[in-house]
């Protein structure tokens, strides 16, 4: 009553003094949906009504950014001046503290009595738009700090209300904001919000078969050298011949296309290429290197394979769990970048023993090799052909190309030619001193020395249980589990960051549950078929995702395809297995350090100037490092039988750790000298016990259930087909 008596009084006022009255707010029906939430439906009660939305996607705001004077009829509000002109209806948006994210709240359409403000008409000129902030949203905790530093996100837990300088379209009601990482690599620009993704393709687009047929090749070739340099390292050490590694190689592309094509339709989705992971690498070595099969002679290749395959079966069944269950989607609130970005770092730094000192062996072939891939991915990145960046797109493959024809010049002209020499001998049958010292650099840098292709059919159709029944054992078993661990939260991290770069909302954690889940039945199909790693997403995917601008599905889905057709023709993987192990080794040393970039780079999305966040990832690091190290010294009694690059995995048969139980020394041993399991553990534990706020960590936002009954349509990237949800009939608790 009060306000209506001072609202009259005011008026004739100025009915005295000649002025107009206060126009009065139009009254507007209720929207009242009939079926669910159908944006057809609000668009036709809009025109209706003539109600106009106060928030688009288009927008463009900037917090703290000054626009120009609009001289056009535009609504504009003060908490101090209320309303002008056509008091209309003001959005709710939050702001997500580490993605730049904002997430439309639904329009809060309220009398002026109900928020309390005057209606007083603005006077003067040059009125500018203006971004309002809510102090009762603030946390009273997070007031009272300030001086952060790094990727700090000042209006973190802060409700925002602006309002478009530009007429905002209906279609784009309930779109999203959001901060996409810079080309260059570098940070946003402090306090702007960037709103495009830069990419050629979304998601769900189809430029037509000849260009996904383009895209989709040129995403497999882009991280080729994740696929096939694995083989070329764990075939040899298991006394492998070079027929069994061009068959392994065949057989990791059939199970990257399959599972890959898997993942787009069960998974999350996301336009991530499936494959063996160097996360699988290190413990394998180790089982590679224990005494039970280190002086096997015969049938040793298939002996460890088998031993393999077994252990990755039971890891399977483990994550298969952890994922369909939904216990995935628990345990993933307690992973963040802070956890995320030494693990992943470990992956790549375990292999600095192995990198350059195999290299090494061949130094006019690995050298010219690591500065030509660094030349193109870093000073010829810019160039671009008919189009295209192939220098960054392509800067594995086409290094390689170069390189190992260079090599084979060498080879053709004699740089490798001993007299009385030949390199088809075995090292250990040389009789002849001078032939000896020799014997090692014939086999790591001659282009003659693998007989892959006189051997490989030309068609052979890789098929499961090709190297015989699995075998299990209880300290194999335990290891791999662990490590599917680690693979599970390197996928998460993975999944967070592509939702990033291709500017679609987070998924729920359902969804990276549902992930890991269908992760862990593509692991089972590997120790199947016998690939001698686990299957998982691969995190050089990111990099190639930045570079290409593509985040096709289809795209992916047409690239997997021709994976596994070239699988079936046994003279490609004979080709890839023929490639020099020194340029090899020398190509590794650059994925291994791109992994190590990429895990880095996921500090951007917490506090990474943090006391708090530096401590935990230098202490994590350095344990990762210094107490596999320990343990690695524990070496075996006869050394001389295993290269020097090895030896630091041969310490799970020899540790420190005595139980008294030979199968769990094996397993606590073989656990602990692996830098990616102690980093984990390290940086795990101390990231959900060292207080913080949240905005200091960096904690990860997913998509609630909450999003899902505002916006049902937001999170229809990552749903399953209709098929597919018809023909399982959950598809509710598969992607919520």
């Known amino acids: 009553m009060e306000s209506g008596s001072s609202s009259d009084a005011r008026e004739r006022a100025h009915?005295?003094?000649?002025?107009?009255?206060?126009?009065?707010?139009?009254?507007?029906?209720?929207?009242?949906?009939?079926?669910?939430?159908?944006?057809?439906?609000?668009?036709?009660?809009?025109?209706?009504?003539?109600?106009?939305?106060?928030?688009?996607?288009?927008?463009?705001?900037?917090?703290?950014?000054?626009?120009?004077?609009?001289?056009?009829?535009?609504?504009?509000?003060?908490?101090?001046?209320?309303?002008?002109?056509?008091?209309?209806s003001l959005p709710n948006i939050e702001i997500?503290?580490?993605?730049?994210?904002?997430?439309?709240?639904?329009?809060?359409?309220?009398?002026?009595?109900?928020?309390?403000?005057?209606d007083r008409t603005l006077k003067g000129e040059n009125q500018r738009k203006r971004n309002v902030v809510e102090p009762g949203f603030v946390d009273k905790d997070e007031q009272s700090k300030d001086g952060f530093k790094g990727n700090e996100n000042r209006n973190a837990g802060i409700n925002i209300i602006s309002h478009p300088v530009a007429e905002p379209k209906i279609d784009d009601v309930g779109s999203e904001?959001?901060?996409?990482?810079?080309?260059?690599?570098?940070e946003p620009g402090h306090g702007k919000w960037n709103r495009s993704s830069g990419m050629k393709f979304g998601l769900r687009e189809n430029p037509g078969f000849v260009p996904l047929m383009y895209y989709g090749l040129q995403h497999y070739l882009s991280i080729a050298g994740s696929l096939i340099f694995i083989p070329i390292i764990l075939v040899p050490s298991m006394g492998g011949t070079d027929k069994d590694t061009a068959t392994v190689i065949s057989?990791?592309?059939?199970?990257?296309?399959?599972?890959?094509?898997?993942?787009s339709y069960f998974g999350t989705r996301l336009p991530l290429v499936q494959g063996s992971s160097f996360v699988y690498l290190a413990p394998a070595l180790v089982v590679i290197n224990s005494a039970e099969y280190r002086n096997l002679t015969e049938h040793k290749f298939r002996h460890i394979m088998r031993e393999l395959q077994g252990a990755i079966i039971v890891s399977s069944i483990f994550q298969i769990i952890l994922?369909?269950?939904?216990?995935?989607?628990?345990?993933?609130?307690?992973?963040?970048?802070?956890?995320?970005?030494?693990?992943?770092?470990?992956?790549?730094?375990?292999?600095?023993?192995?990198?350059?000192?195999?290299?090494?062996?061949?130094?006019?072939i690995s050298l010219p090799q690591i500065l030509l891939v660094l030349i193109f991915t870093l000073y010829?990145?810019?160039?671009?052909?008919?189009?295209?960046?192939?220098?960054?797109?392509?800067?594995?493959?086409?290094?390689?190309?170069?390189?190992?024809?260079?090599?084979?010049?060498?080879?053709?002209?004699?740089?490798?030619?001993?007299?009385?020499?030949?390199?088809?001998?075995?090292?250990s049958n040389i009789l002849v001193d001078g032939c000896r010292k020799h014997a090692y650099t014939m086999k790591h840098c001659r282009t003659d020395v693998s007989n892959a292709w006189r051997t490989a059919a030309w068609v052979r159709i890789p098929y499961p249980l090709q190297w015989g029944v699995p075998i299990f054992h209880l300290s194999?078993?335990?290891?791999?589990?662990?490590?599917?661990?680690?693979?599970?939260?390197?996928?998460?991290?993975?999944?967070?960051?592509?939702?990033?770069r291709i500017n679609t909302k987070p998924p729920t954690p359902g969804v990276v549950s549902r992930g890991v889940g269908v992760e862990g039945f593509c692991s089972a199909l590997a120790g199947l078929w016998g690939t001698g790693t686990g299957s998982t997403t691969l995190t050089e995917n990111l990099h190639t995702i930045h570079i290409t601008r593509v985040a096709s599905r289809r795209a992916l889905e047409i690239g997997a395809v021709f994976s596994i057709f070239f699988s079936f023709i046994g003279k490609v993987g004979a080709i890839l297995a023929s490639i020099p192990q020194a340029l090899a080794a020398a190509i590794l040393c650059f994925i291994w350090a791109l992994i190590v970039a990429l895990g880095l780079s996921t500090l951007q999305y917490c506090q990474s100037g943090s006391f708090r966040n530096m401590t935990i990832v230098g202490v994590s690091l350095f344990l990762g490092l210094s107490i596999p190290a320990y343990f690695q010294q524990y070496q075996p009694e006869s050394i001389l039988i295993l290269p020097s690059y090895l030896v630091p995995y041969a310490a799970a048969s020899n540790g420190p750790v005595y139980t008294g139980s030979r199968q769990l020394?094996?397993?606590?041993?073989?656990?602990?000298?692996?830098?990616?399991?102690?980093?984990?553990?390290?940086?795990?534990?101390?990231?959900?016990?060292?207080?913080?706020?949240?905005?200091?960590?960096?904690?990860?936002?997913?998509?609630?259930?909450?999003d899902i009954r505002m916006d049902p349509s937001s999170l229809s990237d990552y749903s399953l087909p209709k098929k597919v949800a018809r023909l399982f009939g959950c598809s509710n608790c598969l992607s919520q």
């Open 380 to 427: 010829l990145r810019g160039i671009s052909v008919f189009g295209h960046r192939i220098f960054r797109i392509y800067a594995v493959p086409l290094s390689v190309i170069i390189i190992w024809a260079y090599a084979f010049f060498l080879t053709a002209g004699g740089a490798y030619n001993y007299k009385g020499c030949s390199p088809d001998i075995p090292s």
């Open 96 to 118: 997500d503290p580490i993605l730049g994210r904002t997430r439309n709240r639904g329009t809060e359409i309220e009398p002026v009595s109900v928020l309390g403000l005057k």
């Open 177 to 186: 904001e959001m901060i996409d990482l810079p080309s260059d690599g570098g």
């Open 476 to 500: 194999t078993s335990f290891m791999m589990i662990v490590v599917s661990l680690v693979a599970s939260v390197d996928s998460v991290g993975t999944y967070h960051t592509a939702s990033v």
């Open 323 to 364: 994922g369909f269950s939904g216990l995935m989607s628990l345990f993933v609130r307690l992973i963040n970048p802070v956890v995320v970005a030494p693990t992943v770092a470990a992956v790549g730094l375990a292999f600095f023993s192995y990198g350059f000192p195999q290299a090494g062996s061949c130094l006019e």
């Open 665 to 706: 020394d094996f397993a606590v041993n073989g656990l602990l000298s692996l830098n990616m399991v102690v980093t984990l553990l390290a940086a795990f534990v101390l990231d959900n016990t060292v207080p913080g706020s949240r905005q200091e960590r960096g904690v990860y936002i997913w998509s609630s259930a909450e």
């Open 251 to 263: 057989t990791m592309l059939l199970v990257s296309g399959i599972t890959t094509i898997l993942h």
């Open 15 to 88: 009915t005295q003094k000649g002025q107009k009255p206060a126009p009065v707010l139009p009254k507007l029906e209720p929207f009242i949906p009939r079926k669910g939430h159908d944006p057809k439906e609000l668009r036709s009660w809009a025109k209706r009504t003539g109600f106009v939305s106060n928030f688009s996607g288009e927008s463009g705001i900037s917090v703290g950014q000054s626009f120009e004077d609009d001289k056009s009829d535009i609504t504009e509000f003060d908490l101090e001046k209320g309303f002008d002109k056509d008091e209309s």
